[in-house]
Structure formats: structure tokens, C-alpha cells
């Protein structure tokens, strides 16, 4: 097959609702997908999902940024884990859309920056359906912020120009979680949820994050022919080309 046709074949997305998981053990998923997603054994990939309480580090490991004792953290019902990711600590919990895009830049035609930037603009117009006037991190700060208050983060790792983590995006969560570290390590900012930021009444948080990764979807393959498929318990659905 020639280089044309090969630009004008659809290309395939699998988008995987995992529910509740474990953070460990969507690690241990994210990392088999990687490795097929290299060797061309998958097609690329988009897992949704949630995690119960988890607090994450990345791996400049700034430990000094929990600001509670590591043992104090079983008496909130959450976890520490350490990750490869950019970035520094963050939390993630029920009531967040979470969405680990596995995919090949390379195919797409993007680099790391036009990534990122395109997961921020993903999560702005996501927080415009419901009226809320979000942006990108200024100089220093990363994610996406309405006015001072951060409401979505991003922590990204990019391997062999294959991508893992990616976003959590606050709807709405316990934000008191949030009070035991600083927040991918940006003091005196607080973090906010869509919750908080708008009367607009809102979705299952189900709905809610394939919403989110809808807006996705949509930035990375409105000018590419792509089919779109879901993976639930139900089984795996093909959608319409976009």
C-alpha cells in the first residue's frame, strides 16, 4: 500500500470504559498497551476510567510536596504511587474524568507540545458546554484554570513517540483531598470542580467523562478519517467515522 493510501485508509481508536479501578492495576494496563501499541499490535487507544482515592507522584518524585505523613494517608482512605509521568503530585479520586490516551503521535502527525496543548484545549471546551470560561495554564502553571483556581491537570509520558496518563479532570470530586498536598506543586492556588463552577445541572459522572473524552476525540480526529470504537463489559461497538 503506497503513502496516499495508506493517508486515506480509516484508521481505527478503541476507546476503553474501565469503570472504578485501581491505580496499580490500570498502571499494569496502560503499560501492556503501551508495549502492543508499539509493536503495532493495537490500534490506538483511549481508556476512561476512575480511580478511588490516589494520590500519584511523578517521576522528579517531590515528595516534599504531600503535606501530610505517608502513614496518615491510609487513615483517608487513600493511596501514594509512583509513576513515570511528567509533572508533579496530584490527586485523583471518584468523580473526576479520567482519560489515559494510549496513542502513536507519529501516526497523527503531532508533536509533544501540540499534544498537551490539545489535551488542555480538549478540557476548556468541555467546561464551556457548561458555561464555564476555563484556560490554559499561564507561565509555571500547568493543566487548565478557571481564573486562579485549577480545575483539570495533566501528567503525560511519551515513549517511542507512544503516549500514556494524560488528564484528570475535576466534576466532582471531594476537594478536600486536595488540602494534603500542593497541587502539581503550584502553591497558594486553590483547585476547583465543574461542580462548584457552574448552576448548570450535571450528567452520571459516567456520561460526564465520555462527554470529556468525546472533546477529545474531536480535537485529535476531526481532520483524520478515523472509526471509533467503545470496549465496555457489553462488548465492543463500532461507531460512525469521524
Known sequence: MDDLQKMRSPRTLE????GTVNYLKSLKV???LVSDRKANR???????LQHPPSYTLGKRRTDHNLLIPEA???GLGAELHYTQRGGDITFHGPHQAILYPI?????????????????????IEFASVYRVKARAGHKGETGVWVGDRKIGAIGVRISSGITSHGLA???DPD???????VPCGIADKEVTSLRRETDTMLLHSEEMMMLCGRKILHSFWTTRRRSIKTNSPSGL???NPV
Not at 496513542?103 to 478540557?123: D, H, K
Open 15 to 18: 476507546v476503553w470504559k474501565l
Open 103 to 123: 496513542i502513536s503521535l507519529r501516526s497523527i502527525g503531532i508533536g509533544a507540545r501540540n499534544y498537551v496543548e490539545t489535551l488542555e484545549r480538549s478540557m
Open 72 to 74: 496518615d494517608l491510609k
Open 169 to 171: 479532570f475535576n466534576i
Open 175 to 181: 476537594l478536600k483531598y486536595f488540602e494534603h498536598i
Open 30 to 32: 496502560e503499560d501492556k
Open 237 to 239: 461497538t463500532r461507531f
Open 42 to 48: 493495537i490500534p490506538d487507544t483511549l481508556l476512561s
